[in-house]
């Protein structure tokens, strides 16, 4: 707790790697962060530099390669897809509008 708030989210050491013909592209590379209730974060980064798939893999829309990722208490790096719909209900990502 900081401040008497309760963690929401906390990422540790979080990755994201892909596949591509010339070796592994470090997308998201050891991300660790807590955010406690009644914050808000903004992840801002120029055109490519991974602030999507830092928000689909923290919803685990696709796979993290390492790391960690709890919500609300519960490790949901390895939930059972059952279980992760209930809880992506309590989630939400918001992508930037560009125009």
Do not use: W
């Amino acid at each position: 707790m900081s401040n008497g708030k309760n963690v929401l989210l906390e990422v540790q050491n979080l990755k994201k790697y892909f596949d591509t013909p010339r070796g592994p592209l470090h997308a998201v590379d050891d991300i660790s962060f807590k955010l406690f209730e009644g914050e808000t974060l903004g992840v801002v980064g120029e055109s490519g530099c991974g602030k999507s798939t830092l928000g689909r893999t923290i919803l685990r829309l696709i796979p993290s390669t390492a790391g960690k990722i709890i919500f609300n208490g519960t490790d949901i790096t390895h939930i059972r897809r059952k279980d992760l719909r209930e809880l992506r209900k309590q989630m939400q990502i918001i992508f930037q509008d560009p125009f």
